[in-house]
Nanobody, 121 residues
Framework: QVQLVESGGGLVQTGGSLRLSCAAS????????MGWYRQAPGKQRELVAG???????NYADSVKGRFTISRDNAKNTVFLQMSSLKPEDTAVYYC???????????????WGQGAQVTVSS
């Protein structure tokens, strides 16, 4: 019905950069808020950054000034540009989108499959 496909994870050294992408496809009528979450081993999943359909953004304090979230509404795609990466940024990163489909009468949350980001010291 709806798929969120992530790309762009990998291994990078401290101070390096990575860009994550997440494209939503399927029976989509409208996409509302989109965001990125991460989960490190032994820790709870946490919000990294969010963006509304109008482009308003919010960030976790730990990534402010280093990460930038953006989106392409025409392509139902959200991006996360990560710079000045630190070892503590190592986690599986998940994209999330609130989507209205042709079969549902309300917005539901959908998740990507996860992308591993590993920052070596």
């Amino acid at each position: 019905q709806v798929q969120l496909v992530e790309s762009g994870g990998g291994l990078v050294q401290t101070g390096g950069s990575l860009r994550l992408s997440c494209a939503a496809s399927g029976s989509i009528v409208s996409v509302s808020d989109m965001g990125w979450y991460r989960q490190a081993p032994g820790k709870q999943r946490e919000l990294v950054a969010g963006i509304t359909s109008a482009g308003s953004t919010n960030y976790a304090d730990s990534v402010k000034g280093r990460f930038t979230i953006s989106r392409d509404n025409a392509k139902n795609t959200v991006f996360l540009q990560m710079s000045s990466l630190k070892p503590e940024d190592t986690a599986v990163y998940y994209c999330n989108a609130r989507i209205l489909t042709t079969t549902a009468g309300w917005f539901n949350d959908y998740w990507g499959q996860g992308a591993q980001v590993t920052v070596s010291s």
